[in-house]
Structure formats: structure tokens, C-alpha cells
């Protein structure tokens, strides 16, 4: 359980697997995953597949992970969210920030 980091095997892509919660508790190990990678990614994907809660810390950590990626011009996606994920980020409006899938 926890966040596991697989880049790209052209490191242009970084692939971040939340298991189990995403709350603050996860917060350094999530900042880790992506600040520490070889290359710096022109894309990032989060696969909540996986993903069993989200709470407001996770919202935050999504749009700290948005700026570090490039702000606007950030290549984000948020894959494999189940229906009550996808409520959860469009109500935050995050659909207008992220790539849903």
C-alpha cells in the first residue's frame, strides 16, 4: 500500500499508484515520488485504480504535483477514477485543471 513511482522507459512519463487512502498521511511519500525521479517527465499520470479514499490533503497534494509539473502548461491526468472519485473531483472543479479519465 502507498504510492509507487514507475517512470517511462524514456523517462518522458511518470506513472504515480496510489493504493489504498490518499490523505495527508501520504503526503511526503507522494512528494517524494515525483521530486525524485532521474528526468524531469513531460507528463504525469496518477492511476487511482487502486485508490480507496481521497480527502482534502489529496486535493492539495494534486495541485502542488500540477504546479511542479508546469502550472497551466502541466500534462496531468487523473486515470481510473471510479464514479465516486470523479464526483469528488468535479465538485472540486478539478475536471477544469486535470485530465479525467
Keep these: 500500500m502507498g504510492i509507487i513511482?514507475?517512470?517511462?522507459?524514456?523517462?518522458?512519463e511518470l506513472t504515480l499508484r496510489i493504493e489504498g487512502r490518499f490523505d495527508f498521511s501520504t503526503h511526503q511519500a507522494f512528494r517524494r515520488a515525483y521530486?525524485?525521479?532521474?528526468?524531469?517527465?513531460?507528463?504525469?499520470?496518477?492511476?487511482?485504480?487502486?485508490?480507496?479514499y481521497v480527502d482534502s490533503a489529496a486535493l492539495g497534494m494534486l495541485l502542488l504535483l500540477r504546479d511542479h509539473a508546469g502550472g497551466d502548461?502541466?500534462?496531468?491526468?487523473?486515470?481510473?477514477?471510479?464514479?465516486?472519485?470523479?464526483?469528488?473531483?468535479?465538485?472540486?472543479?478539478?475536471?477544469?485543471?486535470?485530465t479525467l479519465r
Design 35 to 52: 521530486e525524485e525521479t532521474v528526468s524531469t517527465p513531460e507528463r504525469y499520470i496518477v492511476d487511482l485504480a487502486q485508490t480507496t
Design 5 to 12: 513511482a514507475l517512470p517511462s522507459a524514456d523517462g518522458k
Design 73 to 98: 502548461q502541466a500534462n496531468v491526468r487523473l486515470i481510473n477514477c471510479g464514479a465516486a472519485l470523479r464526483e469528488i473531483f468535479e465538485f472540486a472543479q478539478f475536471n477544469v485543471l486535470f
